[in-house]
């Protein structure tokens, strides 16, 4: 059982707007945050970003996902791997996997929630109704 968490997070354009993945690794779980700036933000503008809203980021549900940890990893291999992933221009498909789970989950909530409020709504009219059909018959 690994306990480490390992993050990840990635600026990158998506038409209209500046889009950052903050991509998750806890013990077996994978979980997936969207976020997104507007016009492209600066190295500060970010960093100051994570470090005041990390711990208010809603996370997708955690996904199972195989961890390969390199202990060890040779400098210039390492360099090569950095390159690739800036030169790699999006998310993968687990954060996809991810990203659409949470977006699935967050829309069950919300349809849960509006049919609350409209049943409360219905009660609300009916009750109305109801005290107004008193308020009639009083004076008889």
Request: overall charge positive; proline content about 4%.
């Amino acid at each position: 059982m690994d306990n480490s968490i390992v993050s990840k997070f990635t600026v990158f354009f998506e038409e209209p707007f500046w889009v950052g993945i903050f991509e998750r690794h806890a013990g077996a779980k994978y979980e997936v945050c969207k976020v997104i700036f507007g016009p492209e933000p600066k190295d500060y503008t970010v960093y100051d970003f994570m470090v005041k809203n990390q711990k208010h980021l809603k996370f997708s549900p955690g996904v199972e996902a195989d961890r390969t940890d390199k202990n060890c990893t040779n400098p210039k291999r390492m360099q090569r791997e950095i390159k690739k992933q800036v030169a790699n221009a999006g998310i993968g498909t687990k954060a996809q996997q991810a990203l659409k789970l949470q977006h699935d989950q967050t829309k069950t909530e919300r349809k849960i929630r509006s049919k609350e409020m409209k049943e409360a709504e219905k009660e609300r009219m009916f009750q109305m109704k109801q005290q107004k059909r008193k308020e009639k018959h009083r004076g008889h």
